[in-house]
């Protein structure tokens, strides 16, 4: 079993800038790959920007060249920086990690982004 715990959302304004921090424990040497998804109201929930478990970094589209995935590997600790915020930012962010068998979620952490 892996638990994750989610920090850092909050409001703020267009063009502002926000970062969250994801602390793993419990099986996390069976991690294989971990990063952050999102899901705005009435939406599916999408893939922000991840450490794929090939070792590429994944981004989504609209958030490349504003949002930076960051891990301290002695913290077990994966941070989303995101800047240039927008509205259309506006969502719950989840942490999100995988092991060969399933995968796992956070609780949850809302940002809103106000014009």
């Known amino acids: 079993q892996v638990q994750l715990v989610e920090s850092g959302g909050g409001l703020v304004q267009a063009g502002g800038s926000l970062r969250l921090s994801c602390a793993a424990s419990g099986s996390i040497f069976s991690i294989n790959a971990m990063g952050w998804y999102r899901q705005a109201p009435g939406k599916q929930r999408e893939l922000v920007a991840e450490?794929?478990?090939?070792?590429?970094?994944d981004y989504a589209d609209s958030v490349k060249g504003r949002f930076t995935i960051s891990r301290d590997n002695a913290k077990n600790t994966v941070y989303l920086q995101m800047n240039s915020l927008t509205p259309e930012d506006t969502a719950v962010y989840y942490c999100?990690?995988?092991?060969?068998?399933?995968?796992?979620w956070g609780q949850g952490t809302q940002v809103t982004v106000s014009s």
């Open positions: 999100n990690a995988r092991d060969t068998r399933r995968r796992y």
């Open positions: 450490f794929a478990s090939g070792g590429s970094t």
